[in-house]
């Protein structure tokens, strides 16, 4: 596994770096777990002043960070400056609020002679992040704002085309005053994480990432007897209601599919229109999506960003291909694409009734796979008929009725009247193939810790 800088725009490797040796490794372990014996002692206000100081660096430098990830991964300058603030956000959110969601909670006993029964929330020791491109920042921050913030200490296995994201994080927090050795980032090939999961100053592993990789690095982990957290793919669906309003659900079906070049678990994957709205919502959605600018995405202009890479693009073609093998129609609905860059041009794709399996299928980037539903219950039916549960969308002018639909979505999260948006103060998981677990929020920074039953009884009280 080669870590290296190539710009998806220019195609041009700018930077590679050698992988970690086993010495590495074990040297970052022992120096995690040491540093973990002082922090999990340390007081959440020194925790909460590192955090606020890596958000504050993050707002500082947005330009700097945001460039970055342009750089690496393709994305939109515009939109990585939205990604590094978010960070920032998710860095603030814990220093406000870790001491709260971590406090001592004392339990409702039904007979007093059973004695103060208190629930108290313990750091377990260093957990392994394992996370992908696609956000090069948010993906580490989310993982590592909550669970130092915990007591715990973090070692980053971060995607192999993103050495220098990957570093900047490193110093961030050298940066932000983070005692060293409590996080690191490692250049680590495939043999380490056996390696890392297997140590027993090792708590749990939590990966963002493909499903293969996660029913991958989940057996690693249960071998080892480690807890895993796992946010995997998805197929979001994107519902639009006979009572819509079609114009703005169109709009932002526009940028819900397209968003980071389509390369989000949450995107607006699959989009199911009633009939009697379906032409209405087509003829604006093609519109909208053939107006998108494809180019240098450090344009402001652009908003269309090439694919993390070439190989990313020869890969969705190949699994556009296979589609069509089954029987998938495929029309071409996006802008021409510049002479350089590894873009993908848009497509719409129908036919994929209850025969073609490419139905079941994650799309990582703009195709668009449209369904007419026939009502409301079968807009629900094919929204459920996906081996995912990560997120979804429901636009209808009844909030009441939009509630009802999500609560029959069989997912992690549903939005009413707009995609789903990553935010700092909202939980983030599915179900099923996109796997377990929650990131952010109380239920993010309580994933790694020891939930310890402390129970106070009377020495004469019976048995």
């Known amino acids: ?26 040297t970052a372990l022992s120096e995690a777990y040491a540093a973990f014996e002082k922090w999990r002692e340390t007081s959440f206000e020194e925790r909460a002043r590192v955090m606020t100081a890596a958000g504050a660096i993050l707002r500082r430098d947005v330009e700097k960070y945001a460039r970055l990830g342009t750089l690496e991964m393709g994305k939109t300058f515009e939109e990585s400056k939205k990604e590094v603030i978010l960070s920032a956000e998710i860095f603030e959110y814990y220093a406000k609020y870790a001491q709260e969601l971590l406090k001592p909670e004392a339990l409702p006993v039904a007979d007093p002679a059973e004695g103060k029964a208190t629930l108290v929330h313990e750091p377990l020791g260093i957990v392994f992040a394992i996370e992908p491109w696609n956000f090069p920042f948010y993906q580490v921050v989310r ?27 490193d110093d961030l927090m050298i940066e932000a005053g983070l005692p060293k050795g409590l996080f690191r980032n490692l250049y680590a090939a495939r043999p380490h994480t056996a390696m890392i999961l297997n140590d027993p100053r090792v708590c749990g592993v939590a990966l963002t990432g493909s499903e293969g990789a996660g029913t991958i690095i989940a057996g690693v982990a249960g071998k080892a007897l480690k807890k895993a957290t ?19 659900a169109a709009k932002w079906a526009v940028i819900g599919r397209h968003w980071n070049a389509g390369q989000v678990c949450v995107s607006a994957k699959r989009i199911i229109v009633a009939e009697s709205v379906y032409d209405r919502f087509v003829e604006l959605y093609k519109k909208g999506v053939a107006e998108l600018k494809a180019g240098d995405p450090m344009d402001a202009s652009t908003t269309l ?12 073609h190949n699994q556009v291909t296979a589609a069509i ?55 629900v039916r094919i929204a459920n008929d996906s081996p995912y549960g990560l997120g979804g969308a429901v636009f209808t002018k009844d909030e009441a009725r939009g509630a009802r639909v999500a609560a029959k979505i069989r997912t992690g999260m549903v939005f009413i009247n707009h995609p789903l948006v990553p935010k700092a103060d909202l939980p983030f998981g599915g179900i099923a193939r ?5 990131e952010l929020i109380g239920l993010g920074i309580k994933e790694f810790v020891n939930h310890k039953l402390i129970n106070i009884v009377d020495i004469d009280a019976p048995f």
């Open 1 to 26: 596994m080669a870590y290296a800088t190539t710009n998806p725009y220019t195609g041009e490797v700018l930077a590679t770096f050698p992988e970690a040796t086993d010495q590495d490794v074990q």
């Open 143 to 169: 993982i590592i704002a909550p669970q130092l913030s915990a007591g715990n200490a973090v070692l980053l296995k971060h995607a192999s085309n993103l050495p220098q994201c990957a570093a900047a994080c």
């Open 230 to 248: 796992m946010e995997l793919g998805g197929a979001d669906a994107f519902i639009v209601l006979d009572d819509a309003d079609v114009e703005k």
């Open 305 to 316: 960003a090439p694919l993390c890479s070439r190989a990313a693009v020869d890969d969705l």
């Open 325 to 379: 093998n089954h029987g998938a129609k495929v029309e071409v609905i996006g802008p021409e694409l510049p002479g350089k860059g590894a873009f993908f041009r848009p497509l719409l794709m129908t036919g994929l009734d209850g025969d073609n399996e490419a139905r079941h299928w994650e799309f990582f980037g703009p195709v668009t796979q449209l369904y007419r539903a026939k009502d409301e219950a079968d807009a």
């Open 434 to 438: 996109s796997g377990y677990g929650r």
